[in-house]
């Protein structure tokens, strides 16, 4: 099956950290451009960060991702992780991941903030975070 599948998502208290999981099944990864997305309750999805494919790299972040979120990518592993420290209860919501393939974009990052599961290649079914004490 062809799919983007996250993971990691759970009960947090705040302070604590976290590392989701995009793992892709049936396709590889390398030159796709993958980013990270989060739907708080009650409020519009949100673009987190987006990582370029294998061959850029480059990594890009909202600027409400900046400092406590950190994006990477294991190529081995066909896993893109997002890194997320020092959580606060307004990090709670269902985070996504979403691939797009790289090649037929020209901006990674205006891509990425624009990206819907629509428009994405792949967009995954989502992971839960609750960060609450």
């Known amino acids: 099956q062809v799919e983007l599948v996250e993971s990691g998502g759970g009960l947090v208290q705040p302070g604590g950290s976290l590392r989701l999981s995009c793992v892709a099944s049936g396709f590889s990864l390398e030159p796709y451009a993958t980013g990270w997305f989060r739907q708080a309750p009650g409020k519009e999805r949100e673009w987190l960060t987006c990582?370029?494919?294998?061959?850029?790299?480059?990594?890009y972040y909202a600027d409400s991702a900046q400092g406590r979120f950190t994006i990477s990518r294991d190529n081995a592993k066909n896993t893109v992780f997002l890194n997320i420290n020092v959580l606060k209860p307004e990090d709670t919501g269902v985070y996504y991941c979403a691939a797009l393939y790289q090649m037929r974009i020209t901006s990674v990052q205006r891509e990425c903030l624009h990206a819907t599961p629509r428009s994405a290649d792949y967009w995954g079914q989502g992971t839960q975070v609750v960060v609450s004490s």
């Open positions: 990582i370029g494919g294998a061959s850029d790299g480059s990594t």
